[in-house]
């Protein structure tokens, strides 16, 4: 067979190494900072592949028990390498994964929490791919470095606290978007968190209500002021969470807000956040409040053109398997997010799971399957592209 005319396609028994290896990872618990247990086991895989391991120091920044995971597969002398990437955790459980296979080839959780899928089907595909490549009797088409993450649901940190600078990959694959496989994310948005503080003065709500200051009426004043939602095509914001008070019969002397600013448009996303800041500010001196608002950047945004090279890769992958590429923005964050901020070129690419962060996440044997199969046409032709 051609290797430059055909690209490689999972065997039966990788598929179904694949889907068992799947199975084993979601049944490891590791919410994000509590990692260790699912490093060490795709660290096994990995060496049991031959491959050497780099854990590194990130633990001190992220607060993870365990550091990011680096492994490499060498490709031809003068070729490139390229960068295969997922992350570890996930969010928070509220119940044991106890996987299942429904008649319909759906893998789930038969327990009322998150599957785990973000982002275990990603990491298992990426350990399929270094098992094929590693079992080849030639040496594969490209270099490949795989990167496996801590805390990415924690605003990306274990990204964030990687040395790019390490990477020896000319551009990189994230497969971290719970959407159909063949969606490729082009544009992702500038995440603001805004945190607002507010501080009135406590009376008795009954006796004296005129001697007090409510701290949590102010923010109700300026959550009323703003619009939340979609704003616009590329731009939402939200309130998430209020905390205040201490008794019904007691003017509140303190509230605590928390909101978010997300823009494709980084502008729009700080000016977004500037008018939430504006609005918190104001219902504060209205009230005779005072108000300490933190505003944090948590990532970057970024727009990829359509005619670069990890666009083109992916798109012929996807050709290959009988999928149309779909470019599209989206709302979410990713470890690419973090890579392009510092100039490393990196494509989200969507993993086929379903429902992410939710008790009825779940995703097909077909998606895994064909996700393998994309993962290694990428491979294939990163090396021609």
């Known amino acids: 067979?051609?290797?430059?005319?055909?690209?490689?396609?999972?065997?039966?028994?990788?598929?179904?190494?694949?889907?068992?290896?799947?199975?084993?990872?979601?049944?490891?618990?590791?919410?994000?900072?509590?990692?260790?247990?699912?490093?060490?086991?795709?660290?096994?895989?990995?060496?049991?592949?031959?491959?050497?391991?780099?854990?590194?120091?990130?633990?001190?920044?992220?607060?993870?028990?365990?550091?990011?995971?680096?492994?490499?597969?060498?490709?031809?002398?003068?070729?490139?390498?390229?960068?295969?990437?997922?992350?570890?955790?996930?969010?928070?459980?509220?119940?044991?994964?106890?996987?299942e296979r429904t008649d319909e080839g759906v893998l789930q959780n038969r327990n009322e929490a998150i599957l785990g899928a973000d982002n275990k089907a990603a990491v298992a595909v990426i350990l399929a791919v270094a098992r094929h490549l590693t079992a080849l009797d030639r040496t594969p088409p490209v270099g490949v470095e795989i990167l496996f993450t801590m805390c990415e649901e924690l605003a990306l940190a274990g990204a964030k606290a990687f040395e790019v600078g390490a990477l020896q990959s000319e551009f990189g694959f994230?497969?971290?978007?719970?959407?159909?496989i063949g969606e490729l994310i082009v544009a992702a948005p500038t995440y603001y968190s805004i945190e607002a503080r507010f501080h009135g003065k406590a009376a008795h709500a009954g006796l004296a209500p005129e001697d007090g200051h409510n701290a949590i009426e102010a923010a109700a004043a300026a959550v009323a002021s703003l619009r939340f939602g979609r704003l616009d095509d590329i731009t939402t914001s939200n309130v998430g969470r209020i905390i205040g008070g201490t008794a019904s019969n007691v003017v509140a002397e303190r509230c605590r807000v928390e909101c978010e600013a997300r823009s494709i448009d980084h502008d729009r996303a700080a000016a977004t956040a500037r008018d939430i800041v504006d609005a918190m500010t104001q219902a504060a001196a209205d009230r005779a409040c005072d108000v300490e608002i933190d505003v944090e950047e948590l990532f970057r945004g970024f727009k990829i053109a359509k005619s670069s090279t990890a666009v083109g890769v992916a798109s012929r992958a996807l050709e290959d398997a009988e999928i149309e590429p779909r470019p599209i923005s989206t709302g979410g964050g990713s470890d690419a997010n973090s890579f392009i901020a510092r100039g490393f070129e990196c494509l989200n690419v969507a993993n086929g799971t379903v429902a992410a962060h939710q008790p009825d996440e779940r995703v097909s044997v077909d998606a895994l399957e064909t996700m393998l199969d994309v993962a290694l046409g990428i491979v294939h032709h990163s090396a021609t592209t």
């Open 174 to 180: 994230v497969f971290d978007h719970a959407s159909p």
């Open 1 to 99: 067979m051609d290797a430059v005319t055909h690209p490689p396609r999972a065997s039966a028994h990788e598929r179904e190494q694949l889907v068992s290896d799947f199975v084993r990872l979601c049944e490891i618990e590791s919410p994000s900072r509590r990692e260790r247990a699912m490093a060490d086991a795709v660290t096994a895989d990995l060496r049991a592949l031959g491959l050497e391991v780099q854990e590194d120091r990130s633990m001190g920044e992220t607060g993870s028990d365990a550091g990011n995971l680096l492994a490499r597969i060498p490709g031809p002398p003068d070729g490139r390498t390229i960068l295969l990437c997922a992350h570890l955790d996930t969010v928070p459980l509220d119940a044991p994964v106890e996987v």
